[in-house]
């Protein structure tokens, strides 16, 4: 077709066709019988979740491998039965025994037996996991007695406690046919997962989605309910709502929607916004401190920071109201472990000016009494949004902090590695126990240049004895008891200073049943999810 | 004088620079206008605009004064506009005189130099220079003038080879005048007016360039920018459009007002260039 051809009629003709070229597989998408449509918002290089137990992997493959057992509301100990059935641990704490589920088989076919349990143990969690290296650092064998049965052998009293807090995030279990003898890292199946969920991962198409199909060989009865899963990767934050007012997608997980437009998204019919279902995946937003610095090092400034900083503007106004306010180191949402009688700092800006004055740092004639250097995280808005306010509260107590921004890596680098702040804002997040998560913030003898861990030279003799005791107490009652001790001592001398704890937001199409029935709902294996016509 | 006079003849230099005077003004005045920290938190957050009188154009999602962060936000755009669009064209300037004028093997080096500088997009170079050195207004300034300097370069070093072969830089070699000299006092004035019009779009160019890396969050997170505001006003365009189109607006006219004086400029210094 020439230009001069070109008339009026022709164009809005081939604009017809183009609308309906890129209308029509949507359509389609939408139509299907029991499809889910999910905005996916990142495409992780490894898959494999017995690997890389974070969440962006999760998200996917979780319904396609499955952990010995998931997080619940009501179900015993907190979790509910996968791959194992029952759990039991000895008097000593050296041993746990699992019994395993029967006629479990792989998405090949080959049976599921013990022997995968002991081979992702000993070969993957133990030593290539992020998490399963500190839950599992003195796992020394896995008896295999039977096809059902794996008896985990500690070198030194490891707290059941502990093992039962983490099972969701850290006991996915790989085939062993496929990994054995071969080099793991680079093995194909960390990509075109094999495992025994609901759900096999069919399709990948980088960029675009990853297609889930129902597996017919499940193990749970009439379960999956849906027929396929399709992750569309929307990387931008603002696309996920509107494509799920235009019915392109039915489940937005993870806060793709972001905070300030779910008072809009909420009165849009048809559409809910569940906050439920993040329990076990609690963010913190912590004021990390440079003890090095000599102002900080002094307990009176921390404790004038602490009531400078109004935590309910910070909940009310920067979530929106979608956070809690912390007191301490462990969050709300950790019942078993939460001590709510610790020392509280509440928003007083004259106190916090009084404490400043009596630990010697007089304003000066601009009215500043010293300059910090503060860095907030870039993960997030809301802790960007914080930093912004927390310059603010500072210099209402008259202490002038000059913000840096950095992108990840070089944020990363300067605080966990260079040291170079004074403050830092970071979501460092609560896993279920202690002893894997937040103690890590306090805890002195840290290496630089482990990410998300003590590096502001803190050092507290007392609290070091209290978390290494508490990682080797097997019996659950005491062991609960020194971490109340913990929280205690946190909240007293400050560490670091706790400001409020956040889950995130589901926004999904009414038609989806069955959403955060879970604590750890978006990362677990949706076999009960169903789809109303 | 003249020039101004030149410049104020013509539609579009009176207008650019009306505009530019009153931003300037603005600029100057934005402690008087709005005392105080334009970042602190003053109000309720997100008033909408035109309903409070302390408030005239509402507060953002922190309850942060918008009409302040636009008048204090007309001094970093400016400012940082004009400082880049003046190292840009000293170093311009200097790189230019020296090829041009030297000639040879200094020539074909500078202009490989600048060559590389001209492939790179610039907005990338800036991006890049500022994520690595980290964010401050003297590193935003700099990291834009890296990207602008080689236009100006080319710009004079054609205009200096011209200029050099006229008979009046021939005289003064003649008569024994310093080569220094002669560059500076009798090829440099000669070659500036088009690089002067030039500037104007620099300036323009080196505005957008602040903005765009306020926006990406590479801007000084200390002191308050169009671009920042805008880039925060995204995430809530939806209800609160707003916060963005204020900025917006504002960076809008700024943009036009130096295109037009540019505008001016140039058919201002036409009628002057040809003369000695």
Redesign the interface.
Known sequence: MTIATLSRRTLLQAGGALLASTALPTATLAQAGSRLIVAADSEPKNLNPAIVASNGVFFIASKVVEPLAEASFDGKDGLAPRLATSWEGSADGKSVTFKLREGVKWHDGKPFTSADVAYSALSIWKPLQNLGRLVFANLEAVETPDATTAVFKFSKPTPLQLIRNALPVVSSVVPKHLYEGTDIATNPANVKLVGTGPFKLTEYKPGEYYRLTKNADYWGKGEPKLDEIIFRVLPDR?GA?AALEAEEIQLAAFSAV?L??L??ISKVPGLKVISKGYEALTYQLVVEINHRRKELADLKVRQAIAHAIDKNFVVD??FLGYAAASTGPVPKNAPEFYDASVPTYAFDTAKANALLDEAGYKKGANGTRFSLKLRPA?YF?ET??F???L??AL?AVGIDA??????SA?HQKAVYTDHDFDLAIGPPVFRGDPAISTTILVRSGIPAGVPFSNQGGYENKELDGIIAKAAETVDTATRTELYKQFQKIVATDLPLINVAEWGFITVARDTVQNVSNNPRWAVSNWSDTALKS | MRLLRDLVRTPEGAIGLGILTALVLVALFAPVLSAG?P???AGR?LLPPFTDPAFPLGTD???RDVLAGILHGTRTSLSVGLAAALAAIAIGLCVGLTAGFAGGLVDEGLMRVVDAFQIVPSFLLALAFV?VI??SVPVVVLAIALGAWADPARLTRAQVLSIRERDYVASARVIGMHPAEIAFREILPNALPPVLALSAIIVAAAILTEAALSFL??GD??VVTWGSMIAEG??????SPSLSIFPGIALVVTVVGVYLFSEGLTKALGGRRLEP
């Open positions: 603002a709502g972001p300030t437009d008072a809009r106004t920067i870039p808005n960007k949004q930093g912004d306010y310059r603010q210099a000059q913000l840096i921004n950095a992108d070089a | 920290d970042l602190r938190i957050a999602r922190l309850g994520s980290g964010a969050g590479l997170p200390n995204r995430n809530i365009l939806r209800s």
